[in-house]
């Protein structure tokens, strides 16, 4: 190949270390960050809502997931489940709900084929109809692993105003 495959070989292998060198010493850094740098906003943790956006007849997320996020050991937060669909029989389920949680708040939106609801419409009704001022959003298919589940996610909120997390 002469120099030509030598010049190439080079270049390549240049590249190669600049990618290497930014994934072991930029992004390596990302796993072993800590929130605790920031500087605290607030002495205890706020009451939180929890919206979630229910786009059908989903009665597993009603019987298995639902208890588990009314099970969270955290002292003040509420639910917000925002049914979007026709069935007023489950809209009516979800609504008696409340009287056994009362930390639970629903909303519907009537499904109309002419004018589509998206997840983004969803979302800003169950905003809209939250009462908390710091919100916590999930879907679900999402199952809290453990019952500290919410405080961990709230715990954010102390440090900042604005919580990423998966």
């Given at each position: ?22 994934y ?6 990302i ?5 605790n740098?920031r ?10 809502s ?6 059908s007849e ?6 298995e ?10 002292p ?18 979800l ?54 589940w ?9 440090r ?5 997390g998966?």
């Open positions: 190949y002469g120099w030509e495959g030598l010049a190439l070989a080079g270049s390549l292998l240049l590249m190669f270390g600049v990618q290497l060198y930014y072991i010493f930029v992004y390596g850094r796993p072993g960050y800590r929130n740098s500087k605290v906003v607030l002495e205890q943790e706020p009451p939180v929890v919206v979630v956006p229910l786009f989903d009665y597993t997320f009603v019987e997931r639902l208890p588990l996020i009314l099970a969270q050991a955290y003040h937060f509420e639910v917000v489940i925002v049914y979007v669909g026709h069935d007023m029989d489950f809209f009516e389920d609504s008696q709900l409340r009287q056994s949680f009362p930390q639970i708040t629903t909303t519907r939106i009537q499904l109309d084929p002419r004018y589509p609801i998206s997840r983004k419409m969803a979302l800003n009704v169950g905003i809209k109809s939250a009462h908390c001022e710091h919100l916590i959003f999930t879907s679900t298919d999402a199952i809290p692993q453990t019952d500290r919410l405080s961990l996610m709230a715990k954010g909120f102390m900042g105003e604005i919580v990423v998966y």
